[in-house]
Every structure is written in C-alpha cells, then in structure tokens.
C-alpha cells in the first residue's frame, strides 16, 4: 500500500501565530515572569526544543496577548531578520516576538513531522523573501506556502526515524552540560571557595591566600579583535565560524593557529564561548590571546561582568574589559587546575564529534523522507521513548 502525499498549504497543517513583545515599558509583564518569551537570539539552526529563554514574561504579559500564546509542541519558524529559518519546538506555552511564525499543529497533523517538513522546506520558504535589507516572509505570505504532506501514519514513521536521532543529540548535550558542570564547580571550588588542594594548610591574608595577586585583566591576556567575512569571502569548510551566539556557520579557513576562548563584543556582550580546534573568530567577538592555560581563563572569564549598564549602545570596551580586577593563583595550582579539567574537556569534544555525526546522518535522510523517496509504507516503525507517551499504538499498523 502507498501513503498518499497531499499538496496542501502550511496554513492547513494548523493555526500559523505570528508572536508580539509585550511593552518593554510596563514591568508587570516582566518582573518575576516565569513563562518564556521566545526570540530568534534563544533559537538556533538544528535546535529541536526550546531549551530556554533570556527573557522571561509573567501571567499578566500572556493574559494581555492570549491570541499570541502558543501551546506546547507548537512549531516555531523564525521568519524576519537574519536569523531566518532558526526553528524549534515550543517545550510548554510561551510566546514569541514578531519575528517568529508558529504553527499550532493541528490533530490532522503531527507536530514532529510539521517540525521537520518546514525544516526541508527552508530553501522555498526563504525564497518567498520580500526583505530589502532584512529576510522577510510575512505570515500572509508565509501560511499560504504549498507543502506536500502523507497521511498521518505515516507522518509519524517520519517523526519516529527522525526524532530518534534528535532524542541522542539531546542525550549527549545533557551528557556535555553534565561535563561542564564538573569543571565549573571544581574552579568554583578551588579559586572562589578556596577549598584548592593542600587549602587546610595554606596561609591566608585578609581572607586570600599568600602568594595570590590582585591583577588587572588586560595585564594577563590580550583581546583580539575578530575579522569581518564579508559575503563575498564565505566559503563553506570544516572551520568554525564564532560570532557572540556562538558558532554561526563553517569556512575554509581559520584565523588562529590553534583552540581558544572567545568573548562577545557585539550582541550578546559578554558571552564567553571555547573552541577545541583553530577558528574564525568574527568582527563581533574578541579571541584571548595569554601564556596563561586557556582552561583556567575559560571559566576566570566566565565569571566575570563585562557588561557596562553606563553605555548607551551596549557593546564591550576592550579598555573596559582589560580594567576588571582578578585573583591570579600561582602557576602550580592554575597547573594542576589544566590536568584535573583537561579530561572533561576532551570527554566533551569527543561527544560534540558524535552530536556532529548524528546531525549529519539525520540531515542526510532529512529530504529523502519529507519527499516520499524513501518510502516507510511496509517499515514496522516504532516511536521512540520521547514519542511513546504520545502515540501508544504500534506505527506498523
């Protein structure tokens, strides 16, 4: 028996909400909030759900706009800015800002496989785009974009085969959170409780420890700007690309000679990424450059504030940032600090290797699937465990 595939538009796979910020100006809406409000910063490519957001919105804020509160498992798809395209699956009610276009799934539909149809479907939606200087698909637009859609048990093999890989890549990122969590209580542990090793005999002065010193930042590592990829010079390779999200896309060629620590500039001040391997570091971020072990800057780094509440457009001062007072420990213990953390980092890369590999394979069946060329019809598909509690009978059937 072959499932027969529709063409229909994404209006009909559900309920499309295009989201709305709450007025910044009226902090009932945020003080204490608890319900997250969804922006394409909190959003990445192959995000699956939302995991959390920056900003948080209270009762009142979703009271105020119910008709743009969606409901878990909704379907986000970012579609004005540069973010375009940056997806995820809505975790518990939420709201979005207008950005966004949702898709509150349907029961004729199943909102994984919503999630991963608009996800093949991102080169055509995006070239729907009426932007001049922003990407833009409007919901007018954007909700009458004809997709091809199987019958329901079917779309649910799809999900099935495909949530699965999602289901190990969100394994292993709590296996990785679980890593650097370690590492962040041992430094935590070792240089903001001082509870090093050897700290029951360590002499200490005015509560720090002899033979610590009070130094300034920019006395012990070097800010170096990151380098504009303009258009024109971006070329797809193995290399990362670090903006102050994080990693926003892959070259052909590094800008450092080897791993490191980089720090935003622009956007998401502050933020403090690690690299394993060379990378190119964007105009938006700062990369270290210190004699000192980058695994004990990393977390130094971490901890401090570089954000400046004085400034009127917000961005990081390189002078500001060299200003910022630390407690340097001596190079025996910033050492025995290296080793002790090192393994948790190699354990990381090794599972990011794995996380890379699954997205690839997962990717590689992306558009076979969504098509139809690869035909589930006669497979006996189970649900795996994230889909269980939702579809308790056998897919085969």
């Not at 579609?79 to 375009?84: E, R, T, V």
């Not at 999602?166 to 041992?186: C, F, G, P, Q």
């Amino acid at each position: 028996m072959t499932s027969n595939w529709t063409e229909k538009p994404i209006k009909s796979l559900g309920k499309v909400v295009t989201g709305k910020t709450p007025a910044k100006s009226e902090d009932q809406y945020y003080e204490g909030g608890t319900f997250p409000f969804v922006s394409p910063k909190d959003l990445d490519k192959d995000q699956y759900f939302v995991a959390g957001t920056e900003t948080k919105i209270t009762q009142k804020a979703m009271e105020k706009h119910r008709n743009q509160v969606i409901p878990q498992n909704s379907v986000l798809f970012t579609s004005l800015s540069f973010a375009f395209g940056k997806m995820a699956i809505a975790s518990e009610p939420c709201m979005t800002n207008q950005q966004i276009n949702s898709i509150v799934v349907n029961d004729e539909h199943d909102y994984k496989f919503v999630y991963y149809l608009l996800q093949a479907y991102r080169p055509i939606i995006f070239s729907y785009n009426s932007g001049i200087d922003t990407p833009l698909v409007p919901k007018s637009v954007f909700e009458t974009i004809k997709v091809k859609c199987p019958d329901l048990p079917i779309q649910r093999k799809v999900a099935a085969v495909l949530s699965a890989y999602d289901d190990l890549i969100e394994n292993n990122k709590r296996r990785i959170a679980v890593l650097e969590n370690m590492a962040e209580e041992i430094y935590r542990e070792w240089f903001v409780r001082f509870r090093f090793p050897g700290y029951q005999t360590a002499e200490f002065e005015k509560g720090i420890p002899t033979g610590w010193e009070v130094e300034k930042l920019g006395n012990i590592c070097e800010l170096a700007y990151g380098k504009a990829l303009k258009k024109e010079d971006r070329e797809d390779g193995q290399i990362p690309v670090y903006g102050s999200s994080g990693v926003v896309g892959y070259h052909n060629k590094a800008l450092t000679k080897q791993g490191g620590i980089i720090v935003g500039r622009k956007g998401n001040v502050g933020s403090v990424h690690w690299s394993a391997s060379p990378f190119f570091p964007i105009d938006t971020v700062y990369y270290v450059k210190s004699d000192i072990s980058n695994y004990f800057l990393y977390y130094l780094m971490g901890n401090m504030n570089f954000i400046n509440n004085d400034a009127a457009v917000p961005g990081l001062n390189r002078n500001q940032a060299y200003s910022n007072t630390l407690l340097l420990p001596g190079d025996k213990l910033i050492k025995q600090f290296e080793i002790r953390v090192k393994p948790l980092f190699e354990q990381r890369q090794i599972i990011l290797e794995e996380i890379s590999n699954l997205n690839s394979t997962k990717l590689a069946l992306l558009p076979r699937l969504i098509s139809g060329k690869l035909s589930l019809d006669e497979l006996d598909i189970k649900s795996p465990p994230s889909m269980q509690e939702e579809h308790k009978v056998d897919l085969g059937k």
